[in-house]
């Protein structure tokens, strides 16, 4: 479940960087003059990656070490605790999901033969697990079978700033599993919604538009799924204020937007209507009946009475 990360060789560690030796030192005569594990200090640092480092030891001697000889003293710390978490092998935690459901193109009514299967969800840990000194994953993926879940706290946390993913997962109409816990958290998922999805949404479109106009620039072309979602997105977001709910399903613009991802329309038109729903965003953003922000006491009221429910 938790991997060892190797220190990046191309991060140059500063001088005065406290570090602990992963092998012994050897005298001029190649003999062992100090076992691994000895404490030290960077006195010197290499320009790059290909050289030596100079280390001063606590006796006020000097070496020369190699990146992939030292680590420093938090490395250390948290390669330690991957190395005791194996006692998280003895959990499959794919069997606390507590909520699963399917999001992406077939969610949206945008999906076609080749559409791929995209599940999404939540999982509550048991208590013990949550409590250890490992903790646990924020999220589990299994790229093979297009899953992931996210720890419920995470979730929580996401779903609050109105991350667009997270509210779709409360939001789709394809639920293929949700525990009374679960069912409990859809029945509260408005308690999510607010006037932030204005910044958020338009930050992603934003972002989504730079690297299209980077594609036109570099590679002369369009991504056209990219600005199909980046279009679907803008109207998801305007649809969220105006109803007060989040209507995964494209519904009436399913051809224009498909539309967009065969190519079939320009991008001078794209871009138009892209504009043009920016526009409709103000709007729909200056008469929303949405709260400004989340109700943050009851998500977490709920993330309470769900971690004691794992006592």
Not at 143 to 153: K, M, P, S, V
Request: aromatic share 8%; net charge positive.
């Amino acid at each position: 479940m938790t991997k060892k990360i190797p220190p990046d060789p191309n991060i140059i560690l500063p001088v005065g960087t406290q570090i602990i030796t992963r092998v012994e030192i050897k005298g001029s005569d190649g003999k062992p003059v100090r076992p691994k594990g000895i404490v030290g200090r960077i006195i010197k640092a290499p320009v790059d990656h290909l050289h030596s480092y100079v280390v001063q030891l606590p006796d006020g001697t000097e070496a020369p070490m190699r990146r992939h000889e030292l680590t420093t003293r938090k490395q250390e710390h948290e390669e330690a605790l991957v190395e005791a978490s194996h006692v998280l092998a003895g959990y499959d935690l794919y069997q606390h999901v507590i909520y699963r459901c399917i999001v992406g193109s077939r969610a949206y009514g945008l999906n076609d033969g080749d559409s791929d299967t995209d599940r999404r969800g939540v999982y509550l840990p048991p208590a013990e697990l949550q409590w250890s000194v490992f903790g646990v994953p924020e999220q589990l993926e299994n790229q093979e079978t297009e899953e992931c879940y996210w720890e419920l706290q995470k979730f929580i946390t996401l779903a609050l700033k109105a991350n667009p993913n997270i509210l779709e997962c409360l939001y789709t109409p394809l639920v293929e599993h949700a525990t009374p816990l679960a069912k409990e958290l859809l029945r509260i998922r408005s308690i999510f919604l607010s006037k932030m999805i204005f910044r958020t949404f338009n930050g992603y479109a934003v972002s989504q538009f730079k690297k299209i106009e980077q594609d036109i620039r570099n590679q002369h072309e369009v991504k056209w799924k990219h600005a199909m979602h980046l279009v679907r997105l803008l109207i998801c977001g305007i649809r969220t204020l105006e109803e007060m709910a989040m209507p995964v399903e494209v519904g009436a613009y399913r051809g224009p937007l498909l539309g967009i991802r065969r190519g079939e329309m320009p991008w001078k038109e794209v871009n138009a209507w892209r504009q043009k729903l920016h526009n409709d965003f103000d709007e729909a953003y200056r008469k929303t009946k949405l709260p400004e922000r989340p109700d943050y006491e009851k998500a977490n009221a709920f993330l309470i009475k769900a971690r004691k429910s794992m006592v």
